[in-house]
């Protein structure tokens, strides 16, 4: 069989299982076997692929269509600039994430020298991330999942930044080390009824415990304003991505404790993602 008919052949079984990004997806889990890249194979549809290799190819398709994510099948994930590794440890990085990444960068100037606390980590994307465009700054990194941190600590040795970020395995309402100047995070926000209300692909994989936040969706996001109050210097900016329907509780939130919301950033759909706020002296 050669790469068209590999193609096809994936392309048809994913269909039929309402996988609407059948023809990516064929293609990438085909490049995954082959290491080859995608416009490598489509510029040699007609070469042959060996008997192995389709049936790596063919078990790799059976996962997809039982909606197992693409990134967990291939184990990686672009993210801002970079590829990261990625297992069922860990969310999968996603494009509104990056708006931590674009706002914290417009904060920090190139060459300044800031402290920063990551919460709940998860694969290390957004601490990393920001690391290699501000690489001055330094950084710690919490999540109370051991086994996201061992992700999180293997993306920092292959990125090469192992050095500069201090990982440590704490819940943010137990953490008590240092002032920093900046807190991010991408915290868990989604309530316990929606959570049974998602794809396939999220609910039967995604870890939970980077998703779910109790009756309201707040639980998370609750303590990390309380502690970041306690962690942030004076001036220190709090930005961290929120739920789709939970700005006016946060807002709320946030004025009780002491923060100035300076900004709230809309993702491409035009709902409220990211917030940045502003510890006040």
Same mark, same amino acid.
């Given at each position: 069989?050669? $790469?068209?008919?590999?193609?096809? $052949?994936? &392309?048809?079984?994913?269909? @039929?299982?309402?996988? &609407? ?7 990438? *889990? ?13 510029? %040699? ?26 990134? $967990?099948? @291939?184990?990686? =994930? ?8 990625? &297992? ?21 100037? #190139?060459?300044?020298? =800031? ?14 991330? *920001? ?10 990194? @919490? ?13 920092? =040795?292959? #990125?090469?930044?192992? %050095? ?15 002032? $920093?100047?900046? @807190? ?11 959570? /049974? ?10 870890? #939970? ?5 109790? =009756? ?51 993702? /491409? ?13």
């Amino acid at each position: 069989m050669n $790469y068209l008919k590999a193609l096809n $052949y994936g &392309n048809n079984q994913l269909k @039929i299982n309402n996988i &609407n990004t059948h023809g990516l997806d064929s293609e990438i *889990l085909l490049s995954k076997i082959l290491n080859k890249t995608r416009e490598d194979i489509l510029i %040699n549809l007609e070469k042959n692929i060996l008997p192995v290799e389709l049936a790596k190819y063919k078990k790799l398709i059976c996962r997809r269509k039982s909606n197992e994510p693409v990134a $967990y099948i @291939i184990q990686n =994930k672009e993210f801002w600039k970079s590829n990261f590794f990625i &297992n069922k440890d860990v969310l999968i990085p996603r494009p509104e994430t990056e708006l931590v990444i674009e706002e914290v960068i417009k904060l920090i100037n #190139h060459n300044s020298s =800031k402290s920063i606390l990551d919460v709940g980590t998860g694969s290390g994307c957004i601490i990393i991330s *920001l690391l290699k465009e501000r690489p001055n700054c330094f950084a710690t990194a @919490i999540d109370i999942s051991k086994k996201a941190l061992k992700v999180a600590k293997y993306n920092a =040795k292959i #990125h090469h930044l192992k %050095n500069k970020i201090r990982f440590i395995n704490i819940d943010i309402d137990k953490f008590n080390l240092n002032k $920093y100047d900046f @807190i991010i995070s991408n915290p868990p926000y989604i309530k316990n009824l929606s959570l /049974m209300r998602l794809d396939d692909s999220i609910k039967l994989y995604e870890p #939970h415990l980077a998703l779910e936040a109790g =009756k309201d969706g707040l639980r998370e996001i609750k303590k990390l304003i309380i502690r970041s109050r306690k962690l942030l210097k004076n001036n220190g900016k709090l930005i961290f991505e929120i739920g789709f329907d939970q700005i006016d509780n946060i807002r709320n939130l946030l004025n009780k404790n002491g923060f100035f919301i300076n900004k709230i950033c809309n993702d /491409m759909n035009f709902i409220p993602r990211v917030i940045i706020s502003t510890k006040l002296s």
